[in-house]
């Protein structure tokens, strides 16, 4: 996805053909006010077509009455006819959306297509097929029912407006892991998931890191409302935090709906500001509260160790939240005991180990969810001292 100027363009492609001459195409986006609050109930909008990105007159327009949830609207243009594959054959076509009155239109305009369609008795052709190399890169190509794109990468199958996108809440993927299988080309953002029976939810899923789907579970920073400083406990049982509000990737203190409903194995750490991260498996398929109350509880095999630690560690960096990076586990000690006590410098999820590996000296863990109060921040260094830090946390 990416954010326009009050308005996020989630996909716009030819999904079927009415016949030689007309076309239909799905347009999916969200709706933000002034002040990047997303827009709720019905919205009086026109969805027009041109062909440049500034100024000119529309080469087709029309309106709707947009149904907005959270923000979020999909519609399909030239259901009822009219719109005819001449549209895509000259050239550039770039969309726009004019909400309320016919002058209050958004910009910048979003670019559908920059290669030339043709029609064809058969359906829609977008390019004409051929190598795909340098020169054509980011040309479309339709080849015996099969949508394909040209990247640096070579010819990409692609699935627009498929079951399970994630771009309405009718329309919601079972995690950002499925979503991204099934459609691979989508950016990183807000997307509708429904992991159980419980219903669905939006979260951001990270769709490019260590192969993408990774979905938003925990967020923590420092120098705002302290939530997880001396409070272990918040990161337990099915209670969340900030869902709503705090749900993207900026800064901010977050647990959504996932950490208690999404099920996997896969953690992935990443500093919000800066490009940090650090990523293990915990060889468990269950969802994160679960993990975390089983690492609790399970006894250490090194004392000062965690109940539970990731293999396979991959990073980028050799921080995170200012503290190095020498593990990555759960429920992580820092005192002489063979089972996690909720006491001084403990923390839920660690990234730093104690001195203490050898079962002889300790010291400050690092991480998220310190237990004790004597000094530090929601996400603790080793120093018992306040740092400008943020961390996020996904589960895949």
């Known amino acids: 996805m990416c954010r326009v100027a009050g308005w996020m363009l989630c996909a716009l492609a030819?999904?079927?053909?009415?016949?030689?001459?007309?076309?239909q195409v799905s347009w999916s986006g969200r709706l933000l006010d002034s002040a990047g609050a997303p827009l709720n109930g019905p919205v009086t909008a026109e969805i027009r077509l041109y062909a440049v990105d500034?100024?000119?007159?529309?080469?087709?327009?029309?309106?709707?009455?947009?149904?907005?949830?959270d923000g979020f609207v999909s519609v399909v243009l030239g259901a009822g006819g009219g719109l005819g594959s001449g549209q895509f054959q000259q050239g550039p076509v770039y969309v726009a959306v004019a909400v309320g009155s016919g002058s209050n239109e958004l910009t910048p305009r979003g670019l559908i297509t920059h290669t030339p369609l043709a029609a064809s008795a058969a359906g829609l052709q977008l390019g004409v097929g051929g190598d795909c190399d340098a020169d054509n890169v980011g040309v479309m190509n339709y080849q015996s029912e099969t949508l394909q794109l040209c990247t640096a990468d070579g010819w990409?199958?692609?699935?627009?407006?498929s079951v399970g996108d994630g771009s309405t809440a009718g329309n919601a993927g079972a995690s950002c892991e499925a979503i991204h299988t099934d459609n691979p080309l989508l950016n990183s953002g807000l997307y509708w998931i429904a992991p159980d029976v419980g219903g669905e939810f939006i979260a951001y899923?990270?769709?490019?890191?260590?192969?993408?789907g990774w979905t938003l579970v925990v967020k923590a920073n420092n120098g705002d409302s302290v939530n997880f400083y001396g409070n272990h406990t918040i990161l337990s049982g099915s209670g969340t935090l900030n869902a709503t509000t705090e749900r993207d990737s900026s800064r901010g203190d977050y647990i959504g709906e996932a950490f208690s409903r999404l099920s996997g194995s896969e953690m992935l750490l990443r500093d919000c500001v800066g490009s940090n991260d650090l990523m293990g498996d915990f060889g468990a398929n269950t969802d994160l509260s679960s993990l975390i109350s089983t690492a609790k509880g399970n006894t250490l095999t090194v004392p000062g160790q965690c109940g539970?630690?990731?293999s396979g560690l991959q990073m980028s960096g050799s921080q995170l939240g200012a503290a190095t990076i020498t593990r990555l586990g759960l429920a992580c000690e820092d005192d002489n005991d063979t089972t996690w006590v909720p006491d001084d410098d403990a923390t839920v999820i660690s990234w730093r180990d104690t001195d203490g590996a050898d079962g002889t000296s300790f010291a400050h863990t690092a991480g998220i969810a310190k237990v004790g109060t004597d000094g530090g921040d929601d996400v603790q260094n080793r120093a018992n001292a306040a740092v400008d830090a943020c961390v996020m946390v996904f589960w895949r």
């Not at 030819?14 to 076309?23: F, G, L, N, R």
């Not at 500034?54 to 949830?69: H, I, K, M, R, W």
């Not at 899923?205 to 993408?212: A, I, R």
């Open 308 to 310: 539970l630690e990731a």
């Open 156 to 161: 990409r199958e692609i699935q627009l407006a």
């Open 205 to 212: 899923c990270d769709m490019t890191t260590y192969g993408g």
């Open 14 to 23: 030819v999904t079927s053909v009415a016949s030689a001459a007309d076309v």
């Open 54 to 69: 500034e100024g000119g007159v529309p080469t087709y327009s029309e309106p709707f009455v947009l149904d907005a949830q």
